[in-house]
């Protein structure tokens, strides 16, 4: 089914997403992270556009890849996951990611708009909503808008340079 479900673009220019779950289609810029073609051959864990990299955040984290989830990121990224706490370089951004995944954290990221300067650097602004369990064993429900800095790479793939889940919020 996987192969059903993608991008396309419509006979008048519009993009749209395909979601063979509901059987419809939906215009790009509504799409869940989760909607999106599976990868070509190649490297899977690669981004070869700025929005994958929610779009592989949330596959990633959603399957407890923690080396995948790291990959995601520059080797001196900054992750911010509270205001004031930055997390900074791939050991650290382990180590925080880390948390996440023993929490059982499941998120569904939604980009809401994308801003490039040139053809290197882009700004997203996500929307992201989930559940995590909490120390109890309950499940605790969160929400934010995201502002992240996106980079290419030497080989033409994407990855998160600043990452800040709570900035617009």
């Not at 984290?61 to 080396?67: I, K, P, Q, S, T």
């Not at 382990?94 to 929490?103: N, S, T, V």
């Amino acid at each position: 089914m996987a192969g059903l479900q993608g991008v396309a673009r419509a006979h008048d220019g519009a993009d749209r997403s395909y979601d063979h779950r509901v059987r419809r289609w939906w215009p790009e810029q509504f799409r869940s992270a989760t909607n999106v073609a599976e990868e070509k051959e190649g490297n899977a864990m690669s981004a070869r556009t700025p929005e994958e990299c929610d779009t592989l955040f949330e596959r990633h984290l959603n399957a407890g890849d923690l080396d995948a989830l790291v990959g995601l990121y520059e080797p001196g990224a900054t992750l911010v996951m509270a205001p004031g706490e930055a997390s900074v370089g791939h050991a650290a951004i382990r180590e925080a990611l880390g948390g996440l995944i023993a929490q059982k954290a499941r998120l569904t990221l939604t980009v809401a708009q994308v801003l490039r300067a040139g053809d290197d650097v882009a700004v997203l602004y996500g929307e992201w909503h989930g559940h995590y369990t909490d120390p109890d064993g309950a499940l605790a429900e969160v929400a934010g808008q995201s502002v992240e800095v996106v980079r290419r790479q030497a080989d033409g793939t994407w990855r998160f340079a600043i990452d800040d889940p709570f900035g617009r919020g």
